[in-house]
């Protein structure tokens, strides 16, 4: 259940407590692009996209960031911590869509086809630079 922060009111779905929030108590819209949030954490970090503000050093490096959650991942660098662990070869990553794009070479899957021709591949990127190929452009 979703709870109202200024009042003791219980929503089951997000959606009727932001338009309880909006009629019922003072709206946290976005004057930039008119988004309503039910939470006010959630209204400044929105805000941080808008202004570019990054309140979050790194103390390694010069790296600011505007999410926490952001600088986390980037602090496995100076860690080398790698949470993430393949199940079939036990190989590690500091990213989950590391170790999500690492599976693919286990499962084969190559889930980005070519628009020209049959190909198909496990990364969006190297799709890119194959795309290349079709133009003429030499990659």
């Known amino acids: 259940p979703y709870q109202c922060s200024h009042c ?3 929503f089951l779905q997000n959606r009727y407590l932001i338009s309880h929030m909006k009629h019922t108590h003072q709206p946290l819209e976005c004057s930039q692009c008119d988004k309503v949030f039910s939470q006010y954490s959630k209204f400044k970090c929105h805000m941080r996209y808008h202004s570019r503000e990054k309140s979050h050093e790194c103390s390694q490096c010069d790296a600011t960031f505007s999410k926490s959650s952001d600088l986390k991942v980037h602090m496995r660098i100076h860690t080398g911590e790698q949470p993430y662990q393949c199940s079939l070869c036990d190989k590690t ?3 989950n869509g590391c170790l999500i794009i690492h599976m693919m070479r286990h499962t084969g ?3 980005y086809q070519c628009s020209q021709c049959d190909k198909a591949f496990s990364r969006s990127s190297i799709l890119n630079k ?3 190929t079709h133009s ?3 990659p």
Request: glycine share 6%; proline share 7%.
């Open 8 to 10: 003791d009111k219980t």
């Open 93 to 95: 990553f500091s990213r």
């Open 109 to 111: 899957e190559k889930p």
């Open 130 to 132: 194959h795309l290349k």
């Open 136 to 138: 003429g452009v030499k």
